[in-house]
T-cell receptor, first 116, second 116 residues
Framework: AQTVTQSQPEMSVQEAETVTLSCTYDTSESDYYLFWYKQPPSRQMILVIR??????QNATENRFSVNFQKAAKSFSLKISDSQLGDAAMYFC?????????????FGTGTRLTIIP | ETGVTQTPRHLVMGMTNKKSLKCEQH?????MYWYKQSAKKPLELMFVYNFKEQTENNSVPSRFSPECPNSSHLFLHLHTLQPEDSALYLC???????????????FGEGSWLTVV
């Protein structure tokens, strides 16, 4: 079974600075998908960024980028130019590419605080 | 707005009541999910439906009964719940096929359930 570990329960960053959230995972599969979701106080789970394991290039979405290290099974999220609206819980998630096993496995989350 | 709508957003029920949570997706997806989010716990997958067929039941107690009448609607019927069942219940959907999964899962805003 796959597991996802987020070792930072809480992080804080000054507004306009850069912060990196860590995520590691364990799997025996070679093809899979990784996601970062954001959950603000409204509790809506919002997709931030997605990475296909077969792609070596790191995914980017505006101020959000990932550092995907497949051999190390590491998938960190970098937020540049942090904004007050980035304050939320951030969840790392794993999804198999095998049909019949499409569920998302989540980490325990990192609470990100933005300091004005 | 992610295209996944959940009702009601808040529900308070007694342990002897019977109630239902409803989820509707407007994205043309064929897979739908129920997740449970409790305080200080990772999100827990409860049920997966693919093409209206239940493909996963993650050892959920029988007091939770899912129903998927078509690919756009998913219900969670609740009866004789316990106070520890109080949580945020998140519905989600994705477009999957027998050619491989990995497409992004989109979440609703959740239904807050309080059992008294």
């Amino acid at each position: 079974a796959q597991t996802v570990t987020q070792s930072q329960p809480e992080m804080s960053v000054q507004e306009a600075e850069t912060v990196t959230l860590s995520c590691t995972y364990d799997t025996s599969e070679s093809d899979y998908y990784l996601f970062w979701y954001k959950q603000p106080p409204s509790r809506q789970m919002i997709l931030v960024i997605r990475q296909e394991a077969y792609k070596q290039q790191n995914a980017t979405e505006n101020r959000f980028s990932v550092n995907f290290q497949k051999a190390a099974k590491s998938f960190s999220l970098k937020i540049s130019d942090s904004q007050l609206g980035d304050a939320a819980m951030y969840f790392c998630a794993y999804r198999s590419s095998n049909f019949g096993n499409e569920k998302l496995t989540f980490g325990t989350g990192t609470r990100l605080t933005i300091i004005p | 707005e992610t295209g996944v709508t959940q009702t009601p957003r808040h529900l308070v029920m007694g342990m002897t009541n019977k109630k239902s949570l409803k989820c509707e997706q407007h994205l043309g997806h064929n897979a739908m999910y129920w997740y449970k989010q409790s305080a200080k716990k990772p999100l827990e997958l409860m049920f997966v439906y693919n093409f209206k067929e239940q493909t996963e039941n993650n050892s959920v107690p029988s007091r939770f009964s899912p129903e998927c009448p078509n690919s756009s609607h998913l219900f969670l019927h609740l009866h004789t719940l316990q106070p520890e069942d109080s949580a945020l219940y998140l519905c989600a959907s994705s477009q999957d096929s027998n050619k491989g999964a990995g497409n992004t899962i989109y979440f609703g805003e959740g239904s807050w359930l309080t059992v008294v």
